[in-house]
């Protein structure tokens, strides 16, 4: 395993900055989902907008990835590759996206309906970013991995819901993918110590079923095993002295 790399405070300011960033281009795509929009219109807005403000698209090229936004609809729980479908009304759309500016990668993703959606949808929707949030909280000098873990997977599981096991958080900063891998279940108690300096990216990935996962031919789209729909939420956020600090 590669060692967890700290970061400084100059850094952290730096990922803030671009999480900043990040953070707006979210705020434009969510107001672009509405019927009759195209996966591949949301995924240009990414670009542009990404571009326009100095940065480099995380994603687009990463593993051979072949867009800047990683678009997931219903079923589909991560990296659904933009194309040609049209979302429709009552449909429900994760979108995560990530950026590079001054050599740092930052990373989100929120799950939004489309028009009007039915309440297992709306709850799925709010389960995912509470578990989020309860996350969050456990990034704190001296608590363990697994508590974050536990603790997600208590509440989700709590709500009736289930936790994505095949796919995890991770640490973040020059490379997208740093160490530690962080699972949204497990034991307290266990794993790394969380320590000042460390950037991670927490998210959940909540099921209405199972939490059994497949991938499709395109060998990027994962999908529920179950055909039941999916909530995908993250964040980038800094360990500090004072506690945990949300850069995106």
């Not at 940065?55 to 219903?74: D, E, H, K, R």
């Not at 996206?97 to 309440?119: H, N, P, Q």
């Not at 949808?121 to 974050?148: C, H, N, T, W």
């Amino acid at each position: 395993m590669d060692r967890i790399i700290l970061k400084s405070a100059e850094e952290i300011a730096i990922m803030r900055r671009g999480g900043k960033l990040l953070h707006e281009v979210m705020d434009l795509l969510i107001k672009a989902v509405h019927p009759g929009v195209t996966t591949l219109e949301l995924d240009r807005i990414a670009r542009t907008e990404t571009e326009k403000r100095g940065a480099i698209p995380a994603f687009l090229g990463l593993y051979g990835f072949p867009g800047t936004l990683c678009i997931s609809v219903n079923e589909e729980v991560v990296h659904g590759i933009p194309g040609t479908r049209v979302l429709k009304e009552g449909d429900i759309v994760s979108l995560d996206i990530g950026l590079v500016k001054d050599d740092f990668y930052v990373d989100m993703a929120r799950t939004v309906g489309v028009g009007t959606i039915d309440e297992s949808s709306q709850s799925l929707i709010k389960v995912a970013s509470d578990s989020l949030d309860i996350g969050v909280e456990y990034l704190r000098p001296g608590l363990r991995m697994g508590d974050l873990s536990a603790a997600i997977q208590k509440y989700v599981e709590g709500q009736g819901f289930s936790v994505v096991r095949d796919y995890t958080g991770h640490g973040i900063g020059r490379k997208l993918h740093e160490e530690p891998k962080i699972p949204n279940y497990g034991l307290p108690g266990r794993g790394v110590r969380w320590q000042t300096g460390m950037v991670v990216c927490i998210e959940p990935m909540v099921n209405v079923g199972t939490f059994q996962t497949r991938t499709l031919g395109d060998r990027w789209t994962v999908v529920t095993a179950d055909g039941k729909r999916s909530a995908h939420w993250e964040d980038t956020v800094a360990i500090t002295e004072d506690g945990p600090l949300v850069l995106t």
